[in-house]
């Protein structure tokens, strides 16, 4: 077995369940796409998407020697009850948020996939990677055969849709490359641009930040602006309904992945319960959550909004 086919059976092994290799070569034509969106303003005052330019459009730029990068998927789809199913004051949050952050569950095993790869191979450097680091993991992942982006701009499998995480390492060892996915398999379907409410999705594959559901309850600081005023369709932290209505998510399966399994009361919060959050409280619910992202400032702004456009529509 070649070292190539050791790391595939060591990443499966260790809960991914998409795993390819792809040489470590610019990215030129995603860097262009890049550039022309941040020029158009479309990221917002996400300003770290203007860092690093050089890495994004060249993955050698991150390890000096880098040959190749290990691209993985991690599937983190439950099929658990959705918050805001309970009602109208349920809080709707997104389902990567659910469960512990997958920076730290990814890393996790990547490390021990690395430190196995060191092993397997001597002299052989590598860096981890998450979406904390300044890659194009989307066009990675298409360019080492994971999948294809989707028209809502995430990535998609035909195994697990678009219910994945991606992580990569970069290494300076050669290894034997897998073909880029061949093709888009969206076809001639829109139901993410038609049913996203906000009309973020402004184009095929290109996203609106400004607009977006999950940009203004995660990323954006102060007031929510007044354009997402009965909008927001409940969701007091991102948003899924793009990935909802794909017809590749139809392949879904449950995780195997118990890090990625809904923590404790994260079903049961209400708009209520995020608007008055105190400190202690935030502590001890989103301990180790992606969802600190949004501090407790924001997760209170957002239900306070929601809770104000519930009122307004009450007879």
Same mark, same amino acid.
């Given at each position: ?8 059976? *060591?990443?499966?092994?260790? %809960?991914?369940? $998409? ?6 070569? &610019? =990215?030129? #034509?995603? @860097? ?85 790869? *060191?092993?397997?191979?001597? %002299?052989?450097? $590598? ?6 680091? &300044? =890659?194009? #993991?989307? @066009? ?93 369709? $409940? ?81």
């Amino acid at each position: 077995m070649s070292a190539t086919e050791r790391i595939k059976e *060591r990443a499966r092994a260790l %809960g991914f369940v $998409g795993v390819g290799v792809a040489p470590v070569e &610019p =990215l030129d #034509e995603p @860097a262009r796409r890049l550039a022309a969106w941040l020029l158009a303003g479309r990221h917002g005052t996400m300003r770290y998407m203007e860092r690093h330019v050089e890495a994004r459009r060249d993955p050698g730029a991150l390890l000096p020697g880098a040959r190749s990068i290990v691209s993985l998927a991690a599937n983190y789809y439950t099929a658990r009850r959705a918050p805001g199913d309970g009602g109208t004051r349920s809080a709707k949050i997104s389902r990567y948020a659910w469960g512990r952050d997958y920076h730290l569950v990814l890393r996790e095993r990547m490390e021990a996939l690395l430190s196995e790869i *060191r092993e397997m191979i001597p %002299g052989c450097e $590598g860096r981890v990677a998450t979406d904390a680091t &300044p =890659l194009l #993991e989307k @066009a990675i992942a298409e360019r080492a055969g994971i999948g294809w982006i989707g028209k809502h701009t995430n990535l998609i499998t035909r195994t697990h849709g678009s219910w994945i995480f991606l992580g990569e390492i970069l290494l300076t060892a050669t290894l034997e490359y897998d073909d880029p996915f061949p093709a888009d398999f969206c076809g001639s379907c829109v139901r993410c641009i038609e049913a996203c409410p906000t009309g973020a999705i402004v184009g095929e594959r290109e996203l609106d930040a400004t607009r977006c559901i999950s940009y203004a309850t995660i990323e954006h600081r102060g007031e929510l602006p007044e354009s997402f005023r009965g909008r927001m369709d $409940g969701w007091a932290y991102g948003c899924d309904v793009c990935q909802d209505v794909c017809p590749w998510n139809r392949f879904a399966e449950e995780t195997a992945i118990e890090d990625f399994a809904p923590r404790d009361g994260i079903l049961d919060l209400t708009l209520e319960d995020l608007a008055a959050l105190s400190g202690e409280r935030y502590d001890a619910l989103f301990d180790d959550s992606a969802m600190r992202r949004a501090r407790r400032e924001g997760l209170s702004r957002n239900a306070r909004f929601l809770l104000e456009d519930a009122m307004e529509g009450t007879p």
